[in-house]
């Protein structure tokens, strides 16, 4: 029997099984490439955390190509670890696992449940520690990395990401002449009460404790203020109770 090309149902069942082939194409290119993205967020990740704790100029000279052998010079995953809310920590945790931009978006995740992790880097003969931070800008989300030093209190070096701020405004969050404004302050006071951060908009980020905002980039500049006061708190508890020790 002729089939009729003009008829409805065959008009609709073209339709329908081109719909079927071509989702099943692309969800089979789906599963294929899985593996390639978790590999490139691996390394992404990678990337972010030795910018907080490498110039940029040593940068400059790490691609996605030796990522990995550049951050086993540095970081020893063996060492690094999971804190709680509080700064204790947790077992059963691996710290390079642990997404907490996911985890920050997981309404339903309480925040005695969210986990810190902390990485254990050496620098020429140094350590240093890595905190992962992660808040919310004006247009979405916001992340970064910050560096403290073997005194577990001076900032060495950071590095700050987002998905969608403006750009020339709050987007230039990640341009090294913010991130260098960070250099140099501390996470804690004498007394290992955790520093309270103040974005300023009136050139005193000279002062201790303050530091230059975006020009135009106002609520980035806070949702980073916000970011990094909230995220510290539980660093500077577990090191506190390291230097007690």
Not at 77 to 99: H, Q, Y
Not at 205 to 210: A, D, L, M, N, W
Request: charged share 25%.
């Amino acid at each position: 029997m002729a089939i009729n090309k003009d008829s409805n149902v065959y008009t609709i069942g073209f339709a329908v099984a081109l719909v079927v082939v071509v989702g099943t194409i692309l969800a089979m290119l789906s599963i294929g490439l899985k593996p390639m993205q978790k590999q490139n967020e691996v390394v992404k990740k990678k990337m972010d955390i030795l910018s907080a704790m490498l110039t940029e100029m040593e940068m400059e000279n790490i691609s996605r190509k030796n990522a990995s052998d550049e951050f086993d010079k540095y970081v020893d995953l063996s060492k690094a670890v999971v804190l709680d809310m509080n700064g204790e920590l947790k077992d059963g945790k691996e710290a390079f696992e642990v997404d907490i931009r996911k985890e920050r978006r997981d309404k339903n995740l309480a925040e005695a449940d969210k986990n810190y992790p902390l990485f254990i880097c050496e620098k020429e003969g140094k350590t240093m520690f890595v905190i992962p931070i992660v808040g919310n800008g004006l247009w979405g989300p916001i992340w970064g990395n910050i560096s403290v030093g073997e005194d577990m209190r001076t900032i060495l070096g950071a590095s700050f990401g987002h998905k969608g701020e403006t750009p020339g405004l709050g987007a230039e969050i990640t341009q090294a002449f913010f991130v260098n404004r960070w250099l140099g302050e501390e996470i804690s006071d004498e007394n290992g009460e955790a520093t309270k951060f103040e974005i300023v908009k009136n050139s005193s980020g000279s002062e201790p404790k303050k530091v230059d905002g975006i020009t135009g980039g106002t609520i980035t500049s806070v949702g980073v203020q916000e970011m990094v006061n909230r995220c510290l708190k539980p660093y500077v508890s577990y090191f506190n109770k390291l230097k007690s020790n």
